[in-house]
């Protein structure tokens, strides 16, 4: 037994990269909603720091046993790890800052990690060491449905039992690019992957935020205008069952729930109030601007650095010390003021380059990153965390030497 496990974790350390850090991210978010959400009844919407403390120990643990190809690493000039660089001078930016404003270790320490690891991603992502082996998308692609469902049943679990949990799609945001990708490109989509997918959306209509409603019309109108496109009376047909089917989802769903009140506030929504989820995200902005106007022109052109904070009231509490932002546009004003549109511009650059690139080479595995790539460029209108916490993984290098395994 003690034998079938070391044999299983050294034929897993063997995978490339790519594949480990996804079942990192999903192993992350599994037990969070394990142990702190069902065990613990802790509340899930506060999960944040739990999952990115767990994937930075599993990263770490990772740099560990991948020691010596690391040390044997050799760097690959091309597009994407000469964008790496551009993650090294914007740490030196946000780390002199933060420093030098006397900003808080701790905080300057959070905002620096996820940084550093994207870049050291990218860099090992293309080392020969670690793509020697062809990705399995396949394996990625059950791997995480089995994790997600067990994850989303363990919500439902916590919500029966009354725990200040919910059931719902782990990594939701890496998830679904994977689904996607495999109903784009796998022939027939695999049933077991479909039945469980539908089953966790089912459990999680009550509580989808909006960029995963608006990655799902995106998706959706794709795939039936390729079915039209590819036969007219079947692309007809698909038509009509999503038709049918999201009108199934509007009867099925809770009145007053968090997805109806989204839906239903899209109509509604006043970018000139500061109530409300998109409300505070313009709060967000005003309070960032007001903040670097008060330090001067320089501030104004550098940022507050790492670890940097400012003052914003929301709909119902008023925060002191609060170091976020939802926006991208937002976050890099934050951290490095007017200079971090620059860095903005580049990072948003690749995510189209990337994402074409992908889609060009036809890959179950690149068709996937075009998709990782077209979430990215959402989430940084919505929750550009999301994108930093995906650690890199968007920007892949697939050169044609490195096909997927199917």
């Not at 994407?80 to 006397?102: E, R, V, W």
């Not at 890496?174 to 049933?191: H, N």
């Not at 998109?278 to 507050?304: F, I, N, P, S, Y």
């Not at 200079?339 to 650059?349: A, H, K, P, R, W």
């Amino acid at each position: 037994m003690l034998f079938q496990i070391q044999r299983s974790l050294s034929d897993f350390f063997e995978r490339n990269l790519f594949e480990r850090i996804i079942i990192y991210l999903f192993l992350s978010a599994f037990i969070s909603k394990f142990v702190f959400e069902l065990v613990l009844g802790q509340w899930s919407f506060v999960q944040s720091q739990n999952k990115q403390w767990l994937f930075y120990g599993f990263l770490a643990l990772d740099y560990i046993i991948s020691f010596k190809k690391i040390m044997n690493m050799r760097v690959t000039i091309n597009p994407l790890s000469l964008f790496a660089l551009l993650f090294f001078i914007m740490i030196a930016h946000g780390l002199f800052i933060g420093i030098t404003s006397h900003n808080t270790p701790f905080k300057i320490l959070d905002d620096t990690i996820p940084l550093l690891m994207i870049a050291l991603n990218i860099l090992r992502m293309q080392s020969y060491a670690e793509m020697k082996n062809p990705i399995d998308f396949r394996f990625i692609l059950n791997t995480t449905t089995w994790l997600a469902f067990i994850a989303c049943l363990f919500g439902l679990l916590g919500q029966t039992l009354g725990k200040p949990t919910r059931a719902g799609i782990i990594e939701n945001s890496i998830y679904l690019p994977i689904v996607f990708a495999a109903l784009f490109t796998l022939k027939p989509f695999p049933k077991k992957v479909g039945i469980m997918f539908v089953i966790m959306v089912i459990l999680s209509m009550s509580a989808l935020n909006r960029t995963s409603m608006l990655f799902f019309v995106l998706m959706i109108s794709t795939y039936s205008l390729l079915q039209i496109i590819k036969s007219p009376s079947k692309g007809l047909l698909t038509m009509i069952a999503v038709i049918i089917s999201c009108s199934m989802f509007w009867i099925m769903l809770p009145k007053g729930s968090s997805t109806y009140n989204r839906i239903v506030g899209i109509a509604a929504i006043d970018l000139s109030a500061r109530t409300g989820s998109v409300g505070e995200r313009q709060a967000e902005q005003d309070a960032v601007a007001a903040k670097l106007e008060l330090g001067g022109t320089t501030r104004q052109w550098t940022g507050l650095g790492f670890g940097g904070t400012y003052e914003v009231q929301f709909t119902h509490k008023y925060l002191k010390n609060y170091g976020h932002a939802h926006y991208a546009w937002v976050w890099f004003n934050l951290r490095f003021g007017y200079i971090g549109y620059i860095y903005l511009s580049i990072l948003t650059s690749i995510l189209l380059y990337n994402g074409t690139r992908g889609l060009l080479l036809k890959t179950e595995t690149s068709i996937f990153i075009s998709l990782l790539c077209l979430s990215g460029l959402i989430y940084l209108m919505t929750y550009v965390n999301a994108l930093f916490l995906a650690s890199g993984i968007q920007f892949l290098y697939i050169n044609n030497r490195y096909k997927s395994k199917t």
